[in-house]
């Protein structure tokens, strides 16, 4: 069976949990050695064989975003001629996929990761191209044969967004993580090159800065934390100008405050990752909307304790108490997923991470369990093998 993974991320072009998602799981699924799968991706030429690059249309250069990806997608679609079941990851490659499954008469499955409906801040980002962007969601998942949601959450979203879809058709497989790749490297010179004091107390932060991942929150409980702990952002890549500038200003009022606030604006390589979240004594995870969260097992299987908000599909990645805290939110049904109370979202993130920053001990253990965890539950060879599954139903259907 020929698969062709279409989607907008692919190494060594990699921004957020999607991208690591298809990279992970072509991987695996080359790996088992009874499926030809195949990379469409967007991005300038990659040097692997089985993965065809798609650069943005010359002639649609300065058009709304939304419509280069479109014209993209037109091109990845005519690249899929020949495979005989096309797999899509998140709306910017839903389109592609939709079209080759009319244009060439084969199956359509999605991995949803997020959705559009769901994400009514980006409007701010795309204008217009929003709407479009969720006319393509909505119309590839009405029409697709299976949609993979990555959490019981997630597809709980999904038959909400689309109240027509077949629920049939949605089926859950979680999020995987590399225990190999993401493990303990305590390396405490390399730390401190980076800025970071191995020595004294440390909270993570590893994202995009997107209204949903909630930074602004995060920074303002961390405020509350004991000035002896050092704050960390591996944040970059803002959605829009305004909440670039939102983010320095918090960053800024922190830094006249304490000491140890550092902000890495750059993409780390993954060994530089895996090395401050070895020497964190917690990990943060302030989203209010995250469909599984695989930042948060990145952090688990390094070893590293989790404090995150008990939304989307985190609660089936952390367990409160044994792997980190979780902490609660009430939050808008508007889709923007915004905290009805945020003062009191923020203190009680901040009571949390001062819970576990006071037992060092403690957040020792929950590292271990949350390291354990990833290993049992979310091994990418048991996805794969979950994936084909889906894969032989629809294609034998």
């Given at each position: ?152 959450a997630m597809r709980d979203d999904v038959l909400a967004s689309y109240v027509d879809i077949d629920r049939s058709r949605v089926h859950v497989v979680h999020n995987g993580i590399d225990t190999d790749d993401w493990s303990p490297r305590h390396a405490p010179d390399r730390v401190r ?205």
């Amino acid at each position: 069976m020929r698969v062709d993974i279409l989607s907008k991320e692919y190494p060594p072009e990699v921004y957020g949990g999607a991208g690591v998602h298809v990279a992970e799981l072509v991987r695996a699924l080359r790996a088992r050695g009874d499926v030809d799968a195949r990379v469409q991706a967007f991005g300038a030429p990659r040097d692997e064989a089985g993965t065809t690059s798609y650069p943005d249309l010359a002639e649609l250069a300065g058009t709304n975003a939304a419509l280069r990806t479109l014209g993209v997608d037109l091109a990845i679609a005519a690249g899929c001629e020949g495979a005989d079941l096309v797999h899509s990851h998140t709306w910017y490659a839903n389109f592609a996929g939709h079209v080759a499954s009319l244009l060439y008469g084969v199956p359509h499955v999605i991995s949803a990761h997020s959705l559009e409906p769901l994400r009514p801040w980006k409007a701010e980002q795309l204008g217009g191209g929003y709407a479009v962007s969720s006319w393509v969601e909505r119309t590839a998942y009405l029409a697709a044969d299976a949609v993979i949601a990555v959490s019981a959450a997630m597809r709980d979203d999904v038959l909400a967004s689309y109240v027509d879809i077949d629920r049939s058709r949605v089926h859950v497989v979680h999020n995987g993580i590399d225990t190999d790749d993401w493990s303990p490297r305590h390396a405490p010179d390399r730390v401190r090159e980076l800025g970071v004091d191995p020595d004294r107390p440390s909270v993570v932060f590893v994202g995009r800065i997107t209204r949903q991942k909630g930074l602004p929150l995060f920074l303002r409980s961390c405020a509350q934390l004991p000035p002896e702990t050092q704050i960390v952002l591996c944040a970059g890549a803002p959605d829009t100008p305004e909440i670039e500038a939102e983010v320095v200003g918090l960053v800024e009022e922190l830094a006249r405050t304490r000491t140890g606030v550092l902000w890495i604006r750059e993409m780390l390589p993954r060994p530089d990752v895996v090395a401050l979240l070895t020497a964190a004594t917690v990990f943060a995870c302030p989203s209010i909307y995250e469909p599984l969260g695989i930042v948060n097992l990145e952090a688990m299987a390094c070893e590293t304790a989790v404090v995150a908000t008990a939304t989307g599909g985190i609660p089936e990645v952390v367990v409160d108490g044994t792997t980190g805290r979780l902490v609660p939110i009430e939050q808008a049904t508007d889709g923007t997923g915004t905290p009805l109370q945020p003062d009191q979202y923020v203190a009680d993130f901040a009571a949390a991470l001062n819970e576990v920053l006071s037992d060092p001990a403690g957040a020792e253990a929950m590292g271990k369990a949350g390291r354990q965890r990833a290993i049992d539950a979310f091994s990418w060879g048991a996805i794969a093998e979950r994936t084909m599954d889906i894969y032989r139903s629809v294609a034998s259907a």
